[in-house]
Nanobody
Framework: VQLQASGGGLVQAGGSLRLSCAAS????????MGWYRQAPGKQRELAAT???????TYPDSVKGRFTISRDNAKNTVYLQMNSLKPEDTAVYYC????????????WGQGTQVTVSS
């Protein structure tokens, strides 16, 4: 199983980035896909999730600025980030979860997003 995240980088406050996560080795359409982020010295936190049916969830901190989407034909999940703020600076991780018995969960390697003020 591999979750290959890409698209991170350095951007000025107010700018945009789009992250991509290409999955292999899993039945992608059966997984809830998510993006999590971890800033230096802080715990990993949720950025967005999307179910196989396309239902999305966001924390208040990114609602209205971030949009998660998925392309099941390409086994890829995206995170469009607009109006970026310095506090969005973090390593962003792709996550795949299948709520079955046993539960299956996988993490990507992370991609750095740095927002300068």
């Amino acid at each position: 199983v591999q979750l290959q995240a890409s698209g991170g980088g350095l951007v000025q406050a107010g700018g945009s980035l789009r992250l991509s996560c290409a999955a292999s080795g899993i039945m992608f359409s059966r997984y809830v896909m998510g993006w999590y982020r971890q800033a230096p010295g802080k715990q990993r936190e949720l950025a967005a999730t999307i179910t196989s049916e396309g239902t999305t969830t966001y924390p208040d901190s990114v609602k209205g600025r971030f949009t998660i989407s998925r392309d099941n034909a390409k086994n890829t999940v995206y995170l469009q980030m607009n109006s970026l703020k310095p506090e969005d600076t973090a390593v962003y991780y792709c996550n795949a979860v299948r709520s079955s018995n046993p539960l299956y969960e996988y993490w990507g390697q992370g991609t750095q997003v740095t927002v300068s003020s």
